[in-house]
């Protein structure tokens, strides 16, 4: 039997044990991001924070998504098996594979921004108004889900509103894509006369199979963050 000191010994050289609340979660950019299309502009519009007031219809952006998630499953998969008879031997052949639906969690604000972003990205699956399905080559998006290290020094700083963090012996440890990703459920919001209760969503993604993906976030990561620029 393994000895206290030996499981520590190997967890140091391994940088630890993996924490269950140290993840990630990419989604794609909608609305804003959306209307410049998947180039630079996209990309840098789907990290701007969403203004009420000031951007019509809130678009909460990847980051706001990241942040706002509380809760998300890492995939698994199922081989579908068959029996086959080899002589007097009964053995199992894989035919193909299983996949489950990827479960997230959101806290919502009082923008409703997240609702919002899957209703209508729910709205491209099947548009509720006209009755008529979207071509999945339209609503089918990948979605990355990092499992994360802490990182082995934290430094953070900034000027005003703008928040600087720099995190050395971060960064991801496992990541995968969900392929041809879409929402299939957001699931009822339940109210009560709980007080301080917060208010969450829970959304079931669908997909045509994960693969596991190089890892996104570095060994090195600096994380600009621009803060309540606006009042």
Not at 162 to 185: D, K, M, Q
């Amino acid at each position: 039997m393994p000895s206290i000191d030996e499981l520590k010994g190997i967890a140091s050289a391994k940088l630890g044990f993996a924490r269950n609340n140290n993840f990630l979660v990419e989604l794609p950019p909608l609305g804003r991001g959306g209307l410049f299309g998947g180039g630079l502009l996209g990309q840098l519009a789907s990290f701007v924070p969403s203004i009420p007031g000031l951007t019509g219809t809130p678009s909460p952006s990847t980051r706001e998504l990241n942040v706002l998630c509380e809760t998300v499953t890492l995939p698994g998969k199922q081989m579908l098996t068959q029996e086959k008879r080899i002589g007097t031997t009964v053995e199992k052949v894989a035919y193909g594979y299983a996949v489950d639906d990827v479960s997230m969690s959101f806290y919502l604000l009082n923008d409703y921004g997240v609702k919002h972003y899957f209703d209508g990205w729910m709205n491209t699956v099947f548009n509720g108004e006209t009755y008529e399905p979207g071509y999945k080559k339209d609503y089918a998006k990948t979605v990355k889900i990092h499992q994360l290290r802490k990182p082995l020094l934290g430094l953070s700083g900034g000027l005003g509103p703008i928040r600087v963090n720099i995190g050395v012996g971060g960064g991801s440890v496992y990541t995968v894509e969900l392929l041809e990703a879409f929402p299939t459920t957001v699931q009822q919001i339940d109210f009560s006369n709980e007080q301080d209760g917060l208010v969450r969503v829970t959304v079931q993604l669908s997909y045509t199979n994960w693969r596991t993906a190089k890892p996104s976030q570095n060994f090195l990561n600096i994380d600009i963050n621009p803060g309540q620029i606006f009042g």
